[in-house]
């Protein structure tokens, strides 16, 4: 401790530090929550307004329209993921024998 300064003084510019500190770590912790989360807070807000009638009606218009675009292409499924599911199937089938 500085001889120089009194006592209160010194206890003056302490809480003063501690003050700026603080908001200086409450605006960071603000900006990266706004950063970070903000997109997935949409996401989950949209997800708990399924309740509500003409939000319902917009989702599933939503999913008519992809539906619809996904149903002009010709190939659905990649070749990869047709031989996934296509060994999925035959694994799931085999495994339905035994329980009969």
Do not use: C, H, W
């Not at 989702?59 to 992809?66: A, F, K, T, V, Y």
């Not at 675009?69 to 085999?94: A, M, Q």
Request: aromatic share 6%.
């Amino acid at each position: 401790m500085n001889p120089k300064i009194p006592k209160t003084n010194s206890l003056k510019i302490f809480f003063i530090k501690l003050v700026s500190i603080s908001i200086a770590i409450i605006i960071i912790i603000n900006t990266l929550f706004n950063i970070l989360l903000s997109d997935k807070l949409e996401k989950i807000d949209k997800l708990m307004l399924l309740s509500e009638v003409q939000e319902r009606k917009e989702l599933g218009d939503e999913l008519r329209n992809s539906l619809n675009d996904l149903l002009k292409k010709d190939n659905l499924i990649n070749k990869e993921d047709k031989v996934l599911l296509y060994r999925l199937y035959k694994k799931l089938k085999s495994e339905f024998k035994d329980i009969e």
